[in-house]
């Protein structure tokens, strides 16, 4: 053990091994799917090729090279455009159940009008998920990872409620085209985040720095636009491709900063997380109450002349209520949180009143966001749990990122200690946990971080124009898991290449469905 612990710190700079050598076993149950997610502009390349219409990744990164580490794009990436056979054969040694991968929307649809739609485009998608299918492999499908047409982005995006309607014709346009071998759909991906970073404070495509009421009115559209594909889906599709969909929320945990500071917990969720997730998993629909009170509030002592949050007619709240199969969690961190009073000149990040902040104790990945606290990742399922009514979780996406090699016994070691901690929240807590799901498969374009940060269970080389794929010991530790379906307490080695035990009888796999010791985290 004591050459792993040094191997651990040996790797990984800043990295402390947390709780990896509990003393626990614990099974992963039987109805959980284990996968890896990836997403089209991080992976894909081929940018300009075979009729693809520029989207507003292309042009942000190629008119703000400045602003992405080291001046980087996504026009070649990992090349998985034409290096897809590859993937596909990486995720069969991996053994994963599923692969969530996303849609380009110019690929298919290059100006955002469907009025031109690009076979070849859709054919990659096809050819794909082909092979995903011909190796057992699910294709979990995102319609929207972040990049639409830029013709779209100069009619104004994601403020334009026109939106609503341009996706859903692409989304028809992908249900009637791919939707048949299609058993899992995500409408958007984490809606905060691009209407924040890319509509708030101009930090990623389309870069515009509209401040509050730019992110207020992108979430109120991509609401509408998500529950409008769903019942797309729900009324057009459903019956013959039997498949689910749902939305992709993140859900930063949180934990009391002072002991009962649980209202801080409580008013971190409902302005982080349960801002998408109120209006369509709550028995009432709309935005948290709470939520609209502290905005109205902030808005008037702001001086606008009415509150920044936008008002859904009672026709929308029921139209947007219950639009979703399962909740898409993605998730990887955690603050330390208090109520705070109120400073002038707020941001809508401050309109809560609550203030983040990180123990400077918990480890640190290679990303500023993000640091190691498991215990967080099972408090936000059992948050979502009690809010929601248990409903089916999807863990969407969990990862780690280091700016290094091979021997990333970090990422185990993160994996293993995030893992464990949803396995107590299913067996200890009750919650529906039914996916899960590491990003990323690959090292890819980290948005404005570029290829500085790696999250991968493979290894790209990105100055090799080959772009060589080599798989590090995360991803043989992940095959282990997917294939015995045991988390086991102690990594026997370091490099995560242990042995499938041989397949058991059904009275044996009974028999183990307990859990042998539940220490918790
Ligand atoms: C969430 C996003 O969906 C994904 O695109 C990103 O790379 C990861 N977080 C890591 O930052």
């Not at 040694?93 to 739609?117: A, C, D, H, Q």
């Not at 047409?149 to 939106?163: A, I, S, Y």
Request: proline content about 5%; overall charge neutral; glycine content about 8%.
């Amino acid at each position: 053990m004591a050459s792993y612990l040094f191997l651990g710190v040996a790797v990984s700079f800043t990295f402390i091994v947390t709780d990896v050598f509990a003393n626990d076993t614990l099974l992963i149950p039987e109805d959980l799917l284990l996968g890896a997610a990836t997403a089209s502009y991080q992976i894909e390349g081929a940018w300009n090729e075979d009729g693809k219409g520029e989207n507003i990744w292309d042009r942000w990164t190629h008119s703000n090279p400045n602003l992405i580490n080291n001046g980087s794009n996504g026009d070649v990436a990992c090349d998985s455009y034409h290096k897809y056979k590859e993937d596909v054969q990486l995720l069969n040694e991996l053994g994963v159940n599923f692969y969530r991968f996303s849609i380009s929307w110019s690929r298919i649809i290059p100006s955002g009008y469907t009025n031109v739609i690009n076979e070849k485009g859709l054919n990659y998608y096809k050819n794909l998920i082909n092979e995903l299918l011909a190796k057992g492999i699910e294709p979990f499908v995102t319609l929207y990872h972040w990049s639409h047409p830029q013709f779209l982005e100069e009619m104004g995006g994601w403020t334009n409620e026109m939106m609503v309607e341009w996706i859903s014709d692409y989304a028809r346009i992908i249900f009637k085209e791919l939707g048949p071998k299609v058993k899992y759909f995500a409408t958007i991906n984490e809606p905060h985040v691009f209407c924040g970073e890319g509509y708030g404070m101009g930090l990623k495509a389309p870069g515009k720095k509209l401040g509050s009421p730019g992110i207020f009115e992108c979430m109120h559209n991509v609401l509408k636009a998500h529950a409008t594909i769903y019942h797309i889906y729900n009324e057009e599709f459903r019956e013959h491709q039997k498949g689910k969909i749902g939305i992709i929320i993140p859900c930063t945990g949180a934990l009391p900063k002072n002991p009962n500071e649980t209202e801080a917990v409580d008013m971190h969720f409902q302005f982080n997380c349960a801002w998408i997730a109120h209006p369509i998993f709550s028995k009432t629909g709309d935005y948290p109450t709470i939520m609209k009170i502290h905005v109205a509030e902030n808005s008037k002592l702001d001086g606008f002349p009415r509150s920044l949050l936008p008002e859904f007619t009672p026709e929308w709240v029921q139209y947007i209520k219950g639009t979703s199969d399962f909740f898409g969690l993605n998730h990887y961190s955690s603050k330390l949180v208090e109520i705070v009073p109120r400073a002038e000149g707020q941001k809508w990040y401050a309109y809560s009143g609550v203030k983040e902040s990180v123990d400077p104790s918990w480890p640190k990945s290679a990303s500023p966001w993000l640091r190691v606290v498991p215990s967080g990742f099972r408090e936000i399922i059992k948050k979502i749990a009690r809010e929601y009514n248990n409903p089916p979780i999807y863990v969407t996406e969990n990862g780690f990122s280091d700016k290094c090699c091979t021997s990333d016994y970090s990422r185990i070691s993160y994996l293993h200690s995030y893992i464990k901690a949803m396995l107590l929240a299913i067996y200890e807590d009750g919650c529906n946990v039914k996916a899960y799901t590491v990003w990323s498969l690959l090292d890819n374009f980290e948005w404005e971080s570029g290829y500085s940060v790696r999250f991968g269970l493979v290894y790209v080389n990105f100055t090799d124009s080959n772009r060589t794929r080599t798989p590090k010991w995360s991803m043989n530790w992940y095959k282990n898991i997917i294939a015995t379906r045991i988390l086991n307490s102690t990594l026997d080695s370091p490099t995560g290449m242990l042995e499938a035990p041989k397949k058991r009888g059904t009275s044996e796999r009974r028999r183990e469905r307990r859990i042998r010791t539940t220490t918790s985290t």
